[in-house]
């Protein structure tokens, strides 16, 4: 060891007053995400389940994917049927989404 990290380590003297501010992991998370310049939504996890508890097990199982982007939820079905189902009740299934997480998180829902 060289220099500064010699001295650090052997003595055990700190240069200044180490800075902290305390705040919930998933700040964190978005303040990293942010400054890495990473499209990340922590709420995606909480959107795809409430997505299928509100829409039961039958559209889960003709559901393919589910993601989110910009406040847009994309869901990919594989069944017409259950499409043009969907389709009418949406708005619906994004305000109650919306209601359980307490937030305004999902602006739009599109079937795909």
């Not at 305000?95 to 739009?108: A, V």
Request: hydrophobic residues 40%; positive net charge.
């Amino acid at each position: 060891m060289a220099g500064f990290n010699r001295y650090y380590y052997l003595e055990g003297v700190r240069r200044g007053k180490p800075e902290a501010n305390e705040m919930p992991i998933k700040d964190f998370l978005e303040v990293f995400f942010k400054r890495c310049h990473i499209d990340y939504n922590p709420y995606e996890q909480d959107i795809k389940l409430q997505w299928e508890k509100i829409t039961g097990k039958l559209v889960k199982h003709y559901t393919e994917d589910l993601y989110l982007n910009k406040g847009v939820l994309y869901v990919k079905l594989s069944s017409p049927v259950a499409k043009s189902e969907l389709l009418m009740v949406k708005d619906a299934v994004k305000n109650k989404i919306n209601r359980n997480l307490n937030q305004d998180i999902l602006q739009n829902i599109v079937i795909l």
